[in-house]
């Protein structure tokens, strides 16, 4: 499974954009890159997929370089409800698929 | 609705008791698993399964055991409880993405447990 780097923590304001990037130096040829929203006393929510160049929903902003060694999840004009961790997965629909490992994720604090 | 049912959503155990987390999911998804998180840290994988009467260790598998009798259901159980085992528990099924990517999980809503 590749390793992935985030971010301890991110502050911002109501109203501003909020760019997340995650390293994965050592992701793997079928491996996707998913990215899931966790509030206070709730499990993680799905946020957004994607594999390469941009994937966009109604929620963020995926963003992958060719080389696919990072990633940055975009979320606009954010709202203090997007206070939250925000976790960066890599892993395939095999090996990885299943036995999805977590690590500390982004905390992101957004201020009135 | 569909989606991944926990119970309890809490439960206070003394040390040594005996007790089982149930989950139940309705997307018909092979895979299941359950996490525990520690309060202020990330989650961590403690068992999962792949298919009904499949199931594997994860990062934290000691003093929990699970069986997987049929696709809707993935039961934990704490044999013997210890203080060390307050957390909560966060049971997910998980599916591809769109049916060809990477696994997508749907968390429950948690089971707090504190053992005194």
């Known amino acids: 499974l590749a390793k992935t780097t985030q971010p301890i923590s991110m502050d911002s304001y109501e109203g501003q954009e909020v760019n997340i990037t995650c390293s994965h130096n050592?992701?793997?040829?079928?491996?996707?890159i998913t990215w899931y929203q966790q509030f206070p006393s709730q499990g993680p929510r799905f946020i957004i997929q994607g594999y390469k160049t941009k994937v966009t929903n109604e929620v963020a902003s995926l963003f992958i370089p060719a080389d696919r060694k990072s990633s940055t999840l975009s979320l606009p004009r954010v709202s203090l409800s997007d206070t939250a961790v925000y976790y960066c997965?890599?892993?395939?629909?095999?090996?990885?698929?299943?036995?999805?490992?977590f690590g500390a994720g982004t905390r992101l604090f957004v201020k009135a | 609705n569909a989606g991944v049912t926990q119970t309890p959503k809490f439960q206070v155990l003394k040390t040594g008791q005996s007790m089982t987390l149930q989950c139940a999911q309705d997307?018909?998804?092979?895979?299941m698993s359950w996490y525990r998180q520690d309060p202020g840290m990330g989650l961590r994988l403690i068992h999962y399964?792949?298919?009904?009467?499949?199931?594997d260790q994860g990062e934290v598998p000691n003093g929990y055991n699970v069986s997987r009798s049929t696709t809707e259901d993935f039961p934990l159980r704490l044999l013997s409880a210890a203080p060390s085992q307050t957390s909560v528990y966060f049971c997910a099924s998980s599916s591809p993405f769109r049916g060809s990517g990477a696994n997508v999980l749907t968390f429950g809503a948690g089971s707090r447990l504190t053992v005194l």
């Open positions: 997307m018909n998804h092979e895979y």
């Open positions: 399964s792949v298919g009904a009467g499949i199931t």
């Open positions: 997965l890599v892993g395939d629909a095999g090996t990885g698929g299943f036995k999805t490992i």
């Open positions: 050592n992701i793997a040829t079928n491996d996707y």
